[in-house]
């Protein structure tokens, strides 16, 4: 939900986030320790920047999609803590002071601002998502909600991206993982952001109410294998332009065609009798839903009895003026199974002249990833769309995108964080981002730049560095630029700000982005790293600044 206009932004209504444990208890406790001693020094109103990032991409890829954004921006909206929750506080820090206790009543996000890369954005590493400015006290205790909220949703976004990558733009993908998340707040985020990050539809019906994400599914073995035979379908009327058709109608109709099917030229001795109490169900489920009838066809025998029972009833509810919409392998050899099944459809278009039958959709499931998709692909498949669970919400293939929050600045100084590791320096102060795009459209590097430098600008030759490595630079001459941070939060200040887009958009831009990426860095195996680069001026400050905090050791 979009906030609305009334007054300052600190008035603005926004819909809070949809999990209600995402509160400020929602936090480490260092948080709270951290909170209580600037408070006690007298620190807790200094004002301080904060950056949050990533430094690698997940999956072994080059790229990574930022999610979650929304929902900080929703937390911030609702940030206040209750007298319940201070008082738990409180009795976790022994020997905290009362007046503590009054700071935290008092806290809010008004005097807090909030820039940040469009969610849905192509981001890469060590260019900050977001840029948090604000009181020292309020903003550290931001860090674990924040952290908590675009860790997974960017891991899972990606993820997404990347079987989307891998299956193709014709493929349907849907995703069918609620009861392999982890937990509740798993399942509902990863419905969510698998769809930000290109899935079609989702399985999980909360997600589709909450989030107006499509909906897709059909119906499990376990009703396939609930039926005994057709003599227990309920009495029912089908409605059709042609009239009324009773039960007993339909079925003697499925039979008709059942054995005309059986005794076409092609398919003669290629079955003989069908499981009855599969083809039971399958009227059944036909008869509850003639205008999106899709069935699982491997409760028994794919080719000998699932495939033959659907394309009867299928036949039968073309005859009333309804068509089916096709089946679901769950096992077995899927490339095999989708081509036997796509060469038995066009065999009955074709010998029974019903046009259109040869294009029924298959879907396909059963544990499927990256890694089978692709397989697939190399093996040849007639597979139209992939039900995608375990692998994907739990992104199995990497635990967490590792994002953290480093302070870069405080009262208008800047800090950096030293580690033996350079991976783990942090860049210091606060900066302006840019994507430089070359003469074919592509992004070629994204530059960091101190907050006062002039902006790179079209046409104009730029040296950019590798923030650590000396030998690593390039001259750029950009054909077109694109400032990366906008402001998504202002606090109470009355300025404009960027308002949130609905998910549905936030799914485009982040396709479109997705599209205009070179191949060669988005490819599965060895993709070409994405250049980041800092400024010449913003190089020469961070060495500077890292030679005045490393202490200069003693040889004995």
Known sequence: MEPKENGNQSDHVIEGPTNPMVTPLL?????????????????????SVFDLYFRKNPFGGEYTVFAGLDECIKFLANFKLTNQEIDYVRDSLPGS???????????????VEVYAIPEGSVVFPKVPLMRVEGPVGVVQLLETPFLNLVNFASLVATNAARHRFVAGKSKSLLEFGARRAQGPDGAISASKYCYLGGFDATSNV??????????????????????????????????????????EDFVSLVQTWLTKIQYLPSLRGF??????????AFISYALAFPKAFLALVDTYDVMKSGIPNFCAVALALNDLGYKALGIRLDSGDLAYLSTETRKFFCTVENELKVPGFGK???????DLNEETIDALNKQGHEVDAFGIGTYLVTCYAQAALGCVFKLVEINNQPRIKLSEDVTKVSIPCKKRSYRLYGKEGYPLVDIMTGENEPPPKVGERLLCRHPFNESKRAYVVPQRVEELLKCYWRGSADEAREELPPLKDIRDRCIKQLENMRSDHMRRLNPTPYKVSVSAKLYDFIHFLWLNEAPVGELQ
């Open 360 to 366: 029924m959709v298959v879907t396909a499931s059963n």
């Open 27 to 47: 936090n480490d406790l260092y948080q709270f320790t951290m909170a209580y001693a600037y408070w006690k020094a007298n620190k807790q109103n200094e004002r």
């Open 206 to 247: 909360a997600a589709g109410k909450l989030f107006g994400i499509p909906l897709r599914g059909t119906h499990s073995h376990a009703f396939v294998s609930s039926f005994m035979s057709t003599d227990e379908i309920v009495d029912k009327v089908l409605h059709s332009a042609d009239g009324e058709t009773t039960c």
């Open 271 to 280: 079955f003989s009798e069908t499981n009855q109490s599969e083809l039971a």
């Open 97 to 111: 002071e009362e007046a503590f206790c009054d700071y935290l009543r008092g806290l809010d996000c008004s005097d």
